[in-house]
C-alpha cells in the first residue's frame, strides 16, 4: 500500500535560514510520482513539484530544491534563505499504481518563517 | 486565467441536513478530482471524474456522499444527512489530461463544511 511520511509536524526558523522538509515514501511499484504541495493560510492547495521514480536527478527552483533517493524512500524539500512568505503547511503527495491520478498525501508540515 | 472555484466557501450545517458543494474547474481541464482533509490532516482523495465519467469513486466514505459531474464541466459533491464527522474542508482539483502518468492537479480554495 502507498504511504507517506513527514515525520516534522512543526519547523519554526528564523528568516534567511535554510531548512529541509522530510518526506520518506512506502511503495513496491517501480513507476510513481511523487509532488510538493504547499498549503498557505489561505488554503488552496500550491503546485510546486511533479517527479517521476526514473528521474532521479535532484532539482533548483529559485530558492527551492529537492532532493529525490530512491534508494531510502526520500524525497525532501529545502528552502534556502527562508522569508516569512515561506510560512505554510507544505504536503507531499504519491500516486496510486492503479490510477496514478490518485495521489496520497502526508500529514504535512508546518513550516513558522519568522522575521 | 481563471483557477478552480468552489463555493461556497464556507458552510453551515445541522445534523441531519443535506449539502451540495460546487467546483468550476479550470477552462479545459479534463479530470476533477474531490478530496477531504480534516483539520491538521493532509487530503484524502474521495473521487475522480474524467470529463462526465466517475472513473474512481474508492474514496467517498459512505453512501451518503454522491458526486456527479453531468455535462463534464462544473461538479457538485452532495452529502445527505450530514454528520458531525463529515465536518472537514472539501477540496476540488482539475487537471489537463496529456502530461501521461500522474497529470499535476491543481487545487481550488476549498469548501469548510461545519455540521453541527
Known amino acids: 500500500a502507498q504511504k507517506v511520511t513527514q515525520a516534522q509536524t512543526e519547523i519554526s526558523v528564523v528568516e534567511k535560514e535554510d531548512v529541509t522538509l522530510d518526506c520518506v515514501y512506502e511503495?513496491?511499484?517501480?513507476?510513481?510520482?511523487l509532488f510538493w504541495y504547499k498549503q498557505p493560510p489561505s488554503g488552496e492547495l500550491v503546485f510546486l513539484i511533479r517527479?517521476?521514480?526514473?528521474?532521479?536527478q535532484n532539482e533548483i527552483s529559485g530558492r527551492y530544491s529537492w532532493n529525490f533517493q530512491k534508494s531510502t524512500s526520500s524525497f525532501n524539500f529545502t528552502i534556502t534563505a527562508s522569508q516569512v512568505v515561506d510560512s505554510a503547511v507544505y504536503f507531499c503527495?504519491?500516486?496510486?499504481?492503479?490510477?496514478?491520478?490518485?495521489?496520497?498525501f502526508g500529514s504535512g508540515t508546518k513550516l513558522n518563517v519568522k522575521p | 486565467g481563471a483557477g478552480v472555484s468552489q463555493s461556497p466557501r464556507y458552510k453551515v450545517a445541522k445534523r441531519g441536513q443535506d449539502v451540495a458543494l460546487r467546483c468550476d474547474p479550470i477552462?479545459?481541464?479534463?479530470?476533477l478530482f474531490w478530496y477531504q482533509q480534516a483539520l491538521g490532516q493532509g487530503p484524502e482523495f474521495l473521487t475522480y471524474?474524467?470529463?462526465?465519467?466517475?472513473?474512481?469513486k474508492s474514496g467517498l466514505p459512505s453512501d451518503r456522499f454522491f458526486a456527479e459531474r453531468p455535462e463534464g464541466s462544473v461538479s457538485t459533491l452532495k452529502i445527505q444527512r450530514t454528520q458531525q464527522e463529515d465536518s472537514a474542508v472539501y477540496l476540488c482539483?482539475?487537471?489537463?489530461?496529456?502530461?501521461?502518468?500522474?497529470?499535476?492537479?491543481?487545487f481550488g480554495p476549498g469548501t469548510r463544511l461545519t455540521v453541527l
Open positions: 511503495t513496491r511499484d517501480t513507476t510513481y510520482y
Open positions: 471524474f474524467q470529463n462526465e465519467a466517475q472513473l474512481d
Open positions: 477552462s479545459g481541464h479534463v479530470s
Open positions: 482539483a482539475s487537471s489537463f489530461l496529456g502530461q501521461g502518468g500522474a497529470d499535476t492537479q491543481y
Open positions: 503527495a504519491l500516486s496510486d499504481p492503479y490510477n496514478f491520478n490518485k495521489f496520497y
Open positions: 517527479r517521476n521514480s526514473f528521474d532521479e
